[in-house]
């Protein structure tokens, strides 16, 4: 007779909120939980050694936060194996702090057994009273029927939530997640974010999820062009420092492009008169005047749209600038002829 065919079906537990997902069966560790010096990453085959990243000197510390960011194929999940000696590094070296546990996440859940029920593969990690087990499982949406139910019919979803169950009633105080997202839909992502609202422990995440990362990281190492930048924000502060960065390169490219345009002097509308005769009468003396204080009246602007980091304002009136420009020298060459 299994285990549970002993198990008497008791009522569905409520979801109780008041259970945290904690790092204290795990030793408290050391105030630096990792820490790199001269590091890069990479990987080695039959060609030689490829370097994917260069790392700043890091020192993560106990309790922290940080989630590794940037475009596919930047390093992301090689630099994590790295620094959880997976994968050898080229140079430099990965130091792990005194008792860390690490608990390590990644896309895959192929150690499942899908033919066991989801509350059995979860006993088989930690063995508990039935109740405890449900009550806990419920944190990760499992609820009511849905323990005895067998693992080979759960959803990729479903399977990632049990994996991360598993993984945290281990207590690590180390949680290292990999995309722990793909395959959620908003009621398991938004069960994730409460869960490690409620973790302990340390934190390093890999993750294209915006919302998680936005919610979680207090500070980021993002990959880009070979190489580690070790922000130390949140994820909004990056993105606003981000905008501000693009809007200084926007600046600097609309005020080369206005004062690269020609400019001319300014005349007056007691001026010689128009030369030809025989064009239409036109007051292009007027019209040249008129283009003119346009002009003032867009550099005014401008300048004021530079100000107030306004990128879109600072665009269109660049154009603008440029356009009464041209009508200005054509104007002036039709007065002139």
């Keep these: 007779e299994t285990r549970l ?40 085959d039959v060609d030689g050694p490829t370097e994917l990243l260069k790392v700043p000197d890091l020192k993560l510390a106990r309790g922290s936060r940080t989630a590794v960011i940037g475009d596919n194929g930047t390093g992301k999940t090689t630099f994590v194996k790295t620094v959880l000696g997976m994968i050898p590094p080229l140079d ?54 849905d323990v005895f139910r067998e693992v080979g ?5 479903e399977k990632s939530r049990l994996a991360l169950a598993r993984l945290l009633i281990t207590e690590p105080n180390l949680l290292v997640l990999d995309e722990p997202t793909t395959h959620f839909d908003i009621p398991s992502r938004e069960a994730l974010e409460q869960v490690l609202h409620s973790y302990t422990g340390t934190i390093l995440l890999v993750s294209h999820d915006r919302h998680v990362v936005s919610l979680l990281a207090e500070s980021l190492l993002v990959t880009a062009n070979g ?7 949140t994820f909004d502060e990056w993105s606003q420092a ?11 490219m609309v005020l080369e492009r206005v004062k690269a345009a020609p400019r001319f002097q300014p005349v007056k509308a007691t001026g010689p008169k128009r030369r030809n005769p025989a064009a239409p009468v036109i007051d292009m003396e007027q019209v040249i005047v008129d283009l003119e204080h346009k002009l003032k ?37 039709d007065w002139d002829t």
């Design 227 to 233: 190489e580690v930048d070790h922000f130390k924000g």
């Design 297 to 333: 009246e867009i550099e005014t602007q401008l300048q004021t749209a530079t100000v107030n980091q306004d990128f879109e304002a600072m665009t269109r009136l660049g154009e603008e600038h440029i356009s009464t420009q041209s009508r200005l020298e054509k104007s002036l060459e």
């Design 153 to 157: 019919a759960c959803s990729g979803g």
């Design 5 to 44: 065919a002993r198990l008497e079906r008791i009522a569905r537990p409520d979801l109780d909120e008041s259970i945290s997902i904690s790092s204290g069966g795990a030793s408290r560790t050391g105030q630096v939980v990792i820490s790199t010096k001269g590091l890069k990453v990479g990987y080695t």
């Design 242 to 252: 981000q905008r501000e960065a693009e809007v200084q390169v926007a600046t600097a």
């Design 92 to 145: 430099g070296f990965v130091a792990v702090g005194q008792s860390v546990k690490v608990g390590y996440y990644s896309q895959g859940v192929d150690d499942l057994d899908d033919e066991q029920t989801v509350l059995e593969s979860f006993l088989d990690i930690k063995n508990m009273p039935f109740e405890d087990a449900r009550s806990y499982l419920a944190r990760f949406l499992f609820q009511g029927e």
